[in-house]
T-cell receptor
């Protein structure tokens, strides 16, 4: 299965600043996703990162707040913009090797973000 | 709307016993269901997938059942060990036709030596 590296693993940021999270996969994958997981909560899908085009955002998430890039089939970034304490969460990158469905997702270990 | 329910209370069991975790869903008929394990500070790790036409699936000490009438999946770990302690998440494909799974909140399993 794919090996996924996320950077940074954790960060403490000031209110109003932005942070870019990187997700690197050791092989080409069809689909890449970004999730948010708040303490004790389930994973919430933020968006699907599309290679070479704009990401597809889920309801409640917008590009201005969470800009996403995917320049190739092995790399994606998520930026959390103009952060507030409500953005404190774990952000997870995941990938699927096969775009036809019912394939397992492989996750990175996440970025634990705290905003002061 | 689609809803996935997992017991929010932690399940505490003794080593050697069988752990059984439950995933219930409503307003939906998924073609398959997945189970993941998540350890603290780590991302979820895929364990098993079971399709709607499969009643049961096994992998080593793990067993998953899928009852489409009851809209329920049971996840069993036999001969449980302290190393099995983790949060277990069930996931179903989204009701809107997308195959991107929707995850339950997960149930924490604690196996006592």
């Amino acid at each position: 299965s794919a090996v996924i590296s996320q950077k940074p693993s954790r960060d403490i940021c000031q209110r109003g600043t932005s942070l870019t999270i990187q997700c690197q996969v050791d092989s080409q994958v069809t689909m890449m996703f970004w999730y948010r997981q708040q303490p004790g909560q389930s994973l919430t899908l933020i968006a699907t990162a599309n290679q070479g085009s704009e990401a597809t955002y889920e309801s409640g998430f917008v590009i201005d707040k969470f800009p996403i890039s995917r320049p190739n089939l092995t790399f994606s970034t998520l930026t959390v913009s103009n952060m507030s304490p409500e953005d404190s969460s774990i952000y997870l990158c995941s990938v699927v090797n096969d775009g036809t469905g019912n394939q397992p997702q492989h996750f990175g270990d996440g970025t634990r973000l705290s905003i002061l | 709307s689609q809803k996935i329910e997992q017991n929010s209370e932690a399940l505490n069991i003794q080593e050697g016993k069988t752990a059984t975790l439950t995933c219930n869903y409503t307003n939906y008929s998924p073609a398959y269901l997945q189970w993941y394990r998540q350890d603290p500070g780590r991302g979820p790790v895929f364990l098993l997938l079971i399709r709607e036409n499969e009643k049961e699936k096994r992998k080593e000490r793990l067993k998953v059942t899928f009852d489409t009438t009851l809209k329920q999946s049971l996840f069993h770990i036999t001969a449980s060990q302290p190393a099995d302690s983790a949060t277990y998440l069930c996931a179903l494909p989204s009701a809107g036709g997308s195959y991107i799974p929707t995850f339950g909140r997960g149930t924490s399993l604690i196996v006592h030596p």
